[in-house]
């Protein structure tokens, strides 16, 4: 079994920050990519921002300059740094990982339950 569990979620005011934090546990061999993708009510899941087991990053343009992506390997857990957040910011955010279970080598994808960040003053 492997878990992801997200939290720092929450109400802010335009313009403030937040830290989303997500830890992977379980039957765990390695983690190569971790990320995080967003979902506003009525739309689509986007990717927000995702970094590789090599500090590799990528974010969507959206949040560019706004959002930065870090994680611990040795603790199996991603964070998103969120600064000057927007209204539009406002959505469930999803961590996500792809890792192996053995050294097989056969990767598959994993979801947290999601945590709401909502934007309003």
């Known amino acids: 079994q492997v878990q992801l569990v997200e939290s720092g979620g929450g109400l802010v005011q335009p313009g403030g920050s937040l830290r989303l934090s997500c830890a992977a546990s379980g039957s765990i061999f390695s983690i190569n990519i971790m990320g995080w993708y967003r979902q506003a009510a009525g739309k689509q899941r986007e990717l927000v921002a995702s970094i590789s087991s090599g500090n590799s990053t990528n974010y969507a343009t959206s949040v560019k300059g706004r959002f930065t992506i870090t994680r611990d390997n040795a603790a199996n857990t991603v964070f998103l740094q969120m600064n000057s957040l927007k209204p539009e910011d406002t959505a469930v955010y999803y961590c996500?990982?792809?890792?192996?279970?053995?050294?097989?080598?056969?990767?598959?994808?994993?979801w947290g339950p999601g945590t709401q960040v909502t934007v309003s003053s």
């Open positions: 996500n990982a792809i890792l192996s279970r053995n050294s097989g080598g056969v990767y598959f994808q994993y």
